[in-house]
């Protein structure tokens, strides 16, 4: 008769860093690829880092996923998503100079009749992949690694959710510089402060998880309801696709 199922020992640092590192690169490949290829690498963008995630999941290589606290502070959790997408959406709506020359994403990139998997493509990376990627990497390996980078201690050695100004400031500059210069930088700033508050206080990585999904999928879902809705000063309408 089979025994009980043993639970994955910890595996270092590739659970945190390849589905991450697979996505960036990725990313940085599909911008050199001849144009033949960019369905290609736009496809890979979303199963490569998935599949890299899946596999150490199975894997259970991610204990910091575990046994989180639901009830009420799921919806607390959802409602600091939806601030966390406010804060990112009201200030280019607000002000026209703040508003990327990028048009973003092209949801036509795929062809014609292709819109649907373009969007569905985007919308599951965005909502699904990248929040669990996302969140291991930093909030998760970074901040704990920093707290110890020095000595010979696993980063695994130190609580999830555990505050020091060395690991607070390093995990809050890499949020924002990650992200799109210039134009991303002060609305990630506040993202960072007010998630990393909501960290500190649920000591759970999971909470962070699901409050990185609403605000991305929060955005999502006021792109594809308000793109040329609104308008800005010369009256013209906005697009609304550089938020993806």
Do not use: C
């Amino acid at each position: 008769m089979p025994g009980p199922r043993k639970q994955g020992k910890p595996s270092g640092w590739a659970p945190y860093w390849a589905p991450y590192i697979s996505f960036l690169l990725l990313v940085e490949l599909s911008k050199r690829v001849p144009a033949t290829f960019a369905a290609v690498f736009f496809v890979l963008r979303v199963i490569g880092p998935l599949g890299l995630f899946a596999y150490f999941l199975m894997r259970n290589a991610y204990p910091e996923l575990r046994a989180a606290r639901w009830g009420m502070g799921a919806i607390a959790d959802v409602a600091v998503g939806l601030v966390g997408a406010a804060l990112w959406i009201a200030p280019f709506l607000l002000f026209d100079s703040l508003r990327p020359s990028d048009p973003g994403f092209d949801p036509g990139q795929l062809g014609r009749g292709g819109e649907w998997f373009a969007q569905t493509l985007r919308a599951i990376g965005y909502v699904a992949v990248t929040p669990f990627v996302e969140e291991l990497f930093v909030r998760s390996w970074l901040l704990r690694f920093a707290d110890v980078v020095e000595t010979r201690k696993s980063f695994l050695s130190v609580p999830i959710g555990r505050f020091s100004w060395r690991s607070f400031v390093i995990v809050t500059v890499w949020f924002v510089v990650s992200h799109q210069f210039w134009w991303e930088y002060p609305v990630m700033f506040a993202w960072t402060l007010l998630t990393m508050a909501w960290f500190y206080y649920r000591k759970h990585l999971a909470p962070l998880v699901l409050v990185h999904a609403v605000t991305n999928g929060a955005i999502f879902a006021f792109v594809l309801g308000f793109d040329r809705v609104f308008r800005d000063a010369s009256g013209a309408p906005i697009s609304l696709w550089f938020f993806l």
